[in-house]
């Protein structure tokens, strides 16, 4: 298996609306909280993108026994990841973003089973699609040292009445 690129770093030098300035708090820009949070830091971010840090805590309630984070949980940081571009789109805009739900994630490939203890992983996300019904799909890598370790696209949907989108998938 060959070790894929990092397409973040072409796509954001590509992309002129950059914004290299300090970011808000991770707090302030997700709705996860606690130990449901699993980013530190949001380091770029562009219209299309975005690249995001988290660090692997050995004593966290996803720990394997020799404290690692199962490779599967890489889908949770790429959605954050998503999220964070999707809130961070929105204050620029003025605004805060609507919750959403992850769809899914299709071709989730990770190098190892799981993530090292202690390690700082890079979450970058890069948007695909856009729809105004409020359809997405990114781009997702996630690496360490400088080496691709999980990718995905991941699919993602923002209903316009999120309240009666749950209530809907109740009842049909």
Known sequence: MTTPTLPFETAAAADANVVDTAFPAVDDV???????R?????VACSDTAVSVLASIDPQAWYANPD?????????????QAI???????????????RPGVLLGASRYEAQAPSFAPGARLRIEAIELLKSEQGHGAYE???STDARCVAQAVVKVFQPTDFQAFIEGSFTS
């Open 30 to 36: 997700l709705p996860h909280r606690g130990t449901m």
């Open 83 to 97: 999220a964070a571009h999707v809130g961070l789109i929105a204050m620029r805009a003025g605004g805060q973003a």
């Open 140 to 142: 997702c890598t996630i």
């Open 38 to 42: 699993l980013l530190d830091e949001i």
């Open 67 to 79: 404290g690692s984070m199962p490779a599967w949980i890489g889908i949770e940081l790429m959605a």
